[in-house]
Every structure is written in C-alpha cells, then in structure tokens.
Nanobody
Framework: DVQLVESGGDSVQPGGSLRLSCVAS????????MGWFRQAPGKEREGVAA????????LYADSVKGRFTISQDNAKKTVYLQMNSLKPEDTSMYYC?????????????????WGQGTQVTVS
C-alpha cells in the first residue's frame, strides 16, 4: 500500500498564494503519477493537476492553467502544488492522489491511493 499525507491548506484572500505538499510513503515503484484533486461542497471531485515521476511531464485542468504549478521531489517522494492568484471558486478540499506506473489523465478512477485532504478557503 501507499500512504499519502497532505499539508499546506489554509484560508487566504483572493489573489493570494498557497503551496500544498503531499508526502508518499509505503511500497512505491520507480515510476508513478501523483496528482491533486479538489472537491467543493455539493460538487463532484475534479482533477486539478498531475505529474509523472519518470520525467516530470504534467497535466493541468483548464481552470487552473497559468495559476497553479505542480512539481515534485522524487527523492523525498513529495509533490507540491503552488497556487497563485487564488479565486473564491478555488475554495475546496484538496486531495492528493497516487497512480501506479503512469499518468493517465485527471480522472478519479485512474488513481489507486488517496490522502485525507487539506482545506483551502479563499475569501
């Protein structure tokens, strides 16, 4: 199994910035994909960004392109989500997700393990 622990959620004003972190532990293969999803009350969970360990290729949802940046530290098995120019509509619980072997998009069923979430509030 793989365990994921998120941190960095907070309350910020519109236009502000936050950096989320997610540390993975457990039995981790050489190549994997880590991503961020978010879910606001009453809404479906949506994919935000993902990054592939074997080369660093990234995926972004259109709603966050140009504002959010996903990065990784493979040695630390950690992925980061730098969020700039935050908007009230970014308010959500943000979840870290882990997919074995490769990145296959920003759809929930492609990911095998999930963190407990960290709350981001923009107001």
């Amino acid at each position: 199994d793989v365990q994921l622990v998120e941190s960095g959620g907070d309350s910020v004003q519109p236009g502000g910035s936050l950096r989320l972190s997610c540390v993975a532990s457990g039995y981790i293969y050489k190549n994997y994909c880590m991503g961020w999803f978010r879910q606001a009350p009453g809404k479906e969970r949506e994919g935000v960004a993902a990054i592939y360990s074997g080369g660093g290729s990234t995926l972004y949802a259109d709603s966050v392109k140009g504002r959010f940046t996903i990065s990784q530290d493979n040695a630390k098995k950690t992925v980061y989500l730098q969020m700039n120019s935050l908007k009230p509509e970014d308010t959500s619980m943000y979840y870290c997700a882990f997919a074995l072997y490769s990145c296959r998009g920003l759809t929930e069923y492609n990911y095998n393990y999930w963190g407990q979430g960290t709350q981001v509030t923009v107001s």
